[in-house]
Nanobody
Framework: QVQLVESGGGLVQPGGSLRLSCAASRSIFAIEVMTWYRQAPGKERELVAQITSGGTTTYADSVKGRFTISRDNAKNTVYLQMNSLKPEDTAVYYC??????????WGQGTQVTVSS
């Protein structure tokens, strides 16, 4: 069974930066899309950014220009570079890898807290 291990979360001041990583425990065949979601307390989970196998990226309006998603296919890893962080970015961040034949894999989540 494939596991996704997230890292890079933590406490950061407003205006700061964090880089999240999501690494698969083994190689995954036929990856279609890699996605980052987040869920703040009392709110629904929302899509933050995604990147397709062809490299096309999509971002939530709230993070455009501040967040960058990237992937390393050789390492089965997806990253989320977060700059100019705001208190409203505080949430648990989850990664998801969607495949053609094996469905979706989810990470366990990593807490990001933006506070002074």
């Amino acid at each position: 069974q494939v596991q996704l291990v997230e890292s890079g979360g933590g406490l950061v001041q407003p205006g700061g930066s964090l880089r999240l990583s999501c690494a698969a425990s083994r190689s995954i065949f036929a990856i279609e899309v890699m996605t980052w979601y987040r869920q703040a307390p009392g709110k629904e989970r929302e899509l933050v950014a995604q990147i397709t196998s062809g490299g096309t990226t999509t971002y939530a309006d709230s993070v455009k220009g501040r967040f960058t998603i990237s992937r390393d296919n050789a390492k089965n890893t997806v990253y989320l570079q977060m700059n100019s962080l705001k208190p409203e970015d505080t949430a648990v961040y989850y990664c998801k890898i969607s495949t053609t034949f094996s469905g979706n894999y989810w990470g366990q989540g990593t807490q990001v807290t933006v506070s002074s």
